[in-house]
């Protein structure tokens, strides 16, 4: 796991505490520094401060996304700003804690996201490419495709429709998404699901997902 802040003596701590918890934690203060380190070297997660010396951390998180780096992020910021928080989203953050926060729940969001990291290897349970109908995800690349065109798509956005193909065929309700692709998050909007079918409604289509009335959405399969 990478730590990426500037505060040198809240790093150390943190850093202990994860090494205690069984994580192999390696430190850096600045955001050049960490877009190097990513470079350099695979990671299961990156936390990452967003006040960074260099490049900050929405900077970093830019380039890597752009670089088609998929580390799962987590991001602490004493920022609580909701324009702060949807912009690191934006830019591919995973999550989003604001500082100070609960040393307890940083541990359980990461579990989430570790929990979430597609596997890559052969023999594994997740395949790397699913398709329903035209539309093709591939975990491995972290590309999509509708009818042979590829299609732009955010991180969340990207969990959001890899979770609704390998469920093809199947209406999903909104329970489900909040839990497995949103985290049940409680600071999130109670419409945020709705809020990104409609951005996956925008690029893929709007023929891509249909409402099922007081049930949940399901993929077209065309």
């Not at 505060?7 to 205690?20: C, D, I, K, Q, T």
């Not at 998180?61 to 912009?87: F, H, I, M, N, Y």
């Not at 329903?132 to 975990?139: K, Q």
């Not at 609704?164 to 109670?190: M, Q, T």
Request: net charge negative.
């Amino acid at each position: 796991m990478l730590l990426v802040d500037d505060e040198v003596r809240f790093a150390a701590a943190l850093a202990r505490g994860l090494s205690a918890d069984g994580a192999h934690v390696q430190v850096v203060h600045d955001g050049i520094a960490g877009l190097a380190a990513c470079a350099e070297g695979s990671y299961d997660a990156l936390v990452l401060d967003l006040m960074l010396p260099g490049l900050s951390g929405y900077e970093v998180l830019k380039r890597l996304r752009a670089r088609q780096d998929w580390t799962p992020v987590l991001v602490l910021s004493a920022k609580d700003g909701e324009w702060d928080l949807a912009d690191a989203l934006d830019l591919g953050a995973d999550d989003y804690l604001v500082k100070p926060f609960s040393y307890v729940v940083l541990l359980a969001r990461l579990r989430v996201l570790l929990r979430r990291r597609v596997p890559l290897t052969p023999g594994t349970t997740t395949p790397q490419t699913v398709a329903c109908g035209s539309i093709v995800v591939d975990n491995d690349r972290h590309l999509v495709t509708r009818a042979g065109v590829v299609v732009d798509l955010t991180p969340r956005e990207f969990r959001l429709l890899a979770h609704l193909v390998r469920r093809c065929g199947h209406v999903v309700s909104k329970l489900e998404l909040l839990e497995e692709v949103f985290d049940a998050d409680p600071d999130s909007h109670p419409n945020v699901v709705e809020v990104y079918v409609g951005y996956l409604r925008r690029k893929l289509g709007r023929d891509a997902v249909i409402t099922v009335r007081g049930e949940g959405y399901r993929l077209t399969e065309t």
